[in-house]
């Protein structure tokens, strides 16, 4: 790993201290690329989980203790911190370093309404012609009440009911019936199930097509697109059953060809980080859209203000670029100066879960089989919902508990190399779907 001029760079700069804050599938993802920079002497991950604590020293601070994170930063001298999750970007982890004089990637308090707040995205969209679903937004449930009933029978269809703020991926529900959205308005506005987050909502039109994640740096200025990706959102084959956080993923996604991905480009991602700036704000960083495609027309479904998971774990073994010169380019402004390179493979993740995920799981599984699974060119298993004890032993601490991703010269190869992988791996009520990356066979 690494370039010539990397590693003549190396000679000239001093190695780098890195901080990555977050404990998921991306965060694992993350922390290996950046193991593989010849520019990093040591990385920290706080608070991480059992499969990082293998890698790198894990840290017992939250990602949302943006006090502690800053005190270690400094007590540390961490050259560069990297933000996986939402939240603490929302609360505004980088104007906090930034303050501190500590360098930090991710967009800040002010850009991060792009994800924190969907009444904020989408009044951008409409102001700057970014196309989207139609949608109003309400600030009283007797109001949304009347408007979604009429709009309900009229559509003779289905309607989106949004909550404004961040709900852990909970905060929106497609409604079918009368009965189902006014259920999510009062759960939301009356109920509070969401906090401060249900005051205000969305009722937008239910867009239908194929769903796609397009990521891209950005340093305010210049935009450098990752390649395109897909999420598994439904827990079950065939995209049935609740919505999960995301049961696997597959780059590149198909439905996004050459002629899509410069209108995705130009029309969402540019127009978007223009009319941030028209707005006075500069967005640095990674930003995430979430689009539905049909009939070869994108429309966003949501901003995210940074790297998704699962698609980070399908993305990133596809970068052939070293991350840390991507993330510094982005923080200093020159990203026009630094290449994408990617390698010429398909990638798949599979996520395996613990039994009754999404809802109540279970938790303290041995999980079998990791070390028979040697990382390789190949095959990169993540670690999301794990615990390490001090015999080694790795239990099983959450609802998505690995992702195992692996490349393959097309997508179908990638499928097949990821669920041989899987094959050795088990614990008590594993659950996986045997579906992932499907949908790209059929593009
Ligand atoms: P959001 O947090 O806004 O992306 O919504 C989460 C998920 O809800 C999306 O990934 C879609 O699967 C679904 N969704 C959101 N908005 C819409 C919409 N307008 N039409 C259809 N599905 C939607
Ligand atoms: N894959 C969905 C998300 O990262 O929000």
Redesign the pocket.
């Known amino acids: 790993m690494g370039s010539k001029p990397l590693n003549e760079a190396r000679k000239t700069i001093s190695l780098m201290k890195v901080l990555v804050v977050g404990q998921g599938g991306r965060e694992h993802a993350l922390v290996w690329k950046i193991s593989q920079s010849p520019l990093v002497k040591k990385i920290y991950c706080a608070p991480g989980n059992g499969g990082i604590g293998k890698q790198v020293e894990c840290i017992n601070i939250k990602s949302e203790d943006i006090e502690g994170l800053k005190k270690f930063a400094l007590k540390e001298k961490i050259d560069l911190t990297i933000v996986g999750p939402e939240t603490p970007l929302v609360k505004g982890i980088i104007d906090e370093f930034e303050k501190a004089n500590l360098k930090i990637f991710g967009p800040n308090k002010k850009a991060s309404q792009l994800e924190g707040s969907k009444v904020f995205s989408k009044n951008l969209m409409k102001k700057y012609e970014i196309p989207t679903a139609e949608f109003e937004v309400f600030e009283n449930s007797k109001k949304a009440i009347s408007y979604v009933i009429p709009c309900l029978e009229r559509k003779k269809g289905s309607i989106v009911v949004k909550a404004d703020g961040l709900a852990a991926?909970k905060g929106v529900v497609v409604c079918k019936t009368e009965d189902e959205a006014l259920d999510a308005i009062v759960s939301i506005m009356d109920d509070k199930i969401f906090g401060d987050a249900g005051k205000k909502v969305i009722i937008e039109e239910c867009l239908e097509g194929e769903e796609v994640?397009i990521l891209a740096f950005t340093d305010g200025e210049h935009i450098k697109l990752l390649p395109s990706s897909q999420?598994h959102k439904r827990i079950y084959d065939g995209d049935k059953g609740p919505n999960t956080?995301?049961m696997g993923a597959y780059s590149p996604a198909p439905i996004v060809n050459e002629n899509l991905l410069p209108i995705i480009e130009k029309n969402i991602i540019r127009r978007t980080i223009e009319g941030l700036k028209k707005e006075g704000i500069v967005y640095k960083g990674i930003i995430?859209a979430g689009l539905m495609i049909k009939d070869g027309k994108p429309k966003v479904l949501e901003f995210?203000v940074r790297f998704?998971?699962?698609?980070t774990q399908a993305i990133l073994p596809r970068i052939e670029t070293d991350i840390i010169q991507l993330i510094m380019a982005t923080i200093d402004g020159n990203l026009n100066n630094v290449d994408c390179n990617l390698k010429n493979e398909s990638c798949v993740c599979v996520v395996l879960a613990s039994g009754g995920y999404p809802g109540n799981y279970q938790k303290g599984k041995v999980i079998n089989g990791l070390d028979e699974i040697k990382d390789s060119e190949n095959i990169v298993v993540f670690h999301a919902g794990t615990k390490k004890l001090e015999s080694g032993e790795i239990l099983t601490d959450g609802g998505r508990v690995l992702g195992v991703s692996a490349l393959g010269k097309n997508i179908k190869e990638a499928i097949d190399n990821a669920y041989e992988a899987v094959s050795y791996i088990n614990f008590e009520n594993m659950s996986y779907r045997k579906d992932i990356g499907k949908k790209a066979l059929k593009d």
Do not use: H, M, Q, R
């Open positions: 991926g994640s999420d956080g995301g995430y995210n998704g998971d699962p698609e």
